[in-house]
């Protein structure tokens, strides 16, 4: 069974970031800001439809697509690519159509505590964003 992404996502905690984007290319001031900033994840999921924004005080980027199918996603350097998403079980990979091996995938994943876990893989570096589900009060 598919995982429910749907909802608003805080970072607690952050592994290696700043390692990838310093294989990416990243420069030191970039890498520092967005290594220190702790991003929030809005995610609608409806099926295989997904819209997520991360939002931060720096910007917010929002990300459209349909499993399956190809878009344009933005990595964390901050470059474009033509990417599919894909089902690995209960995982939600993003990878790029591309022949190169050494491309950026995300993959995310619920774990049983029901945190969502972003792990991020660029020529061999692997990176993690842990995040809570924030409750929303209904009044």
Same mark, same amino acid.
Request: hydrophobic content about 35%; aromatic content about 8%.
């Given at each position: 069974?598919?995982? &429910? ?7 607690? &905690?952050?592994?290696?970031? @700043?390692?990838?984007? &310093?294989?990416?290319? /990243? ?14 994840? @809005? ?10 924004? =991360? +939002?931060?005080?720096?910007?917010? %980027? *929002? ?8 878009? *344009?996603?933005? /990595?964390?350097?901050? #470059? =474009?690519?033509? !990417? +599919? !998403?894909?089902?690995?079980?209960? &995982?939600?990979?993003?990878? !790029?159509?591309?022949? #190169? *091996? #050494?491309?950026?995938?995300? @993959?995310?994943?619920? =774990?049983?505590?029901? *945190?969502? %876990? %972003? ?5 061999? %570096? ?5 995040? /809570?589900?924030? +409750? /929303? @009060?209904?009044?």
């Amino acid at each position: 069974m598919k995982q &429910k992404f749907t909802g608003r996502w805080s970072q607690y &905690k952050v592994e290696n970031l @700043e390692n990838l984007l &310093k294989k990416m290319g /990243v420069g030191m001031i970039h890498r520092g800001i967005i290594s220190r900033v702790a991003p929030v994840l @809005e995610i609608c999921q409806d099926g295989d439809h997904f819209t997520i924004q =991360t +939002i931060t005080t720096v910007r917010t %980027v *929002e990300l459209k697509f349909c499993v399956g199918e190809e878009f *344009e996603d933005t /990595v964390q350097n901050g #470059d =474009t690519r033509s !990417a +599919i !998403a894909y089902w690995d079980g209960d &995982k939600l990979i993003v990878k !790029a159509v591309t022949d #190169d *091996e #050494d491309s950026q995938i995300t @993959e995310r994943e619920l =774990t049983d505590d029901g *945190e969502l %876990v %972003v792990v991020i893989r660029f020529q061999g %570096v692997v990176a993690k964003r842990y995040f /809570v589900r924030e +409750i /929303v @009060e209904s009044t």
